[in-house]
């Protein structure tokens, strides 16, 4: 039952590099998403994708692009990484159909930017 | 969008009921109350959602109360792996090119310290 499945787990960038964070489901969603969860505080959505072939802004999503590849996967990507942008990032998906239905996260990317 | 209001954090003795309290008197008519729990370093859980009935499954029970103002997470019987934050979230529905989706709008939670 592999779920919701983040890569890389773990990743430091410097400033300006850039960077995709990949996600992958296997549970035949239409609904994925993504979060960052910065120290003491609780997940802000950055992006979501109701439906394969379209997307839509959370509530903080300056500074990042997504793509939602297939009905599986979804990246986000940090065209020209920023300090501020270090946190953990977190995937998840759920049902459409019944829009009610819970959604499966991920285990999360952590990643630092120095 | 409706908000929470929970208690920073709470205790519970290993083996008696933990009941997590939660606020959201704002909440919209077809809004669902759903709580989720985050072990340390681990993603989210879902745990339970309910609109205005009681829900129980096997990891939890949920109350709200009939003005639907707030609702309590019972965990029956805690145990010390259940110690993690929960967030009681009341979802955001979101509409897209005709396409609905749940837009979650997390706070800060209650840490559950469950005690030996």
């Known amino acids: 039952n592999a779920g919701v499945t983040q890569t890389p787990k773990f990743q430091v960038l410097k400033t300006g590099q850039s960077m995709t964070l990949q996600c992958a489901q296997d549970?035949?969603?239409?609904?994925m998403y993504w979060y960052r969860q910065d120290p003491g505080m609780g997940l802000r959505l950055i992006y979501y994708s109701a439906s394969e072939g379209t997307t839509d802004k959370g509530e903080v999503p300056n500074g990042y692009n997504v793509s939602r590849l297939n009905k599986r996967e979804f990246s986000l990507r940090l065209e020209s990484a920023a300090p501020s942008q270090t946190s953990v990032y977190f995937c998840?998906?759920?049902?459409?159909?019944?829009?009610?239905?819970?959604?499966?996260f991920g285990d999360g990317t952590r990643l630092s930017i120095l | 969008d409706a908000k929470t209001t929970q208690p920073t954090s709470m205790d519970c003795a290993e083996g008696r009921a933990a009941n997590l309290p939660c606020n959201h008197s704002t909440i919209s008519g077809n809004e669902y109350v759903y709580w989720y729990r985050q072990i340390h370093s681990q993603g989210p859980q879902y745990i339970i959602h309910g609109l205005k009935n009681n829900e129980t499954n096997e990891m939890a029970s949920l109350i709200i109360t009939e003005d639907r103002k707030s609702s309590t997470l019972i965990l029956p019987h805690a145990t010390l792996r259940d110690t993690a934050v929960y967030y009681c979230i009341v979802a955001t529905r979101g509409t897209l090119y005709g396409g609905a989706t749940n837009k979650l709008i997390f706070g800060t939670g209650t840490l559950l310290a469950v005690q030996p």
């Open positions: 549970m035949n969603h239409n609904s």
């Open positions: 998840a998906s759920s049902e459409l159909r019944d829009s009610n239905q819970p959604q499966h």
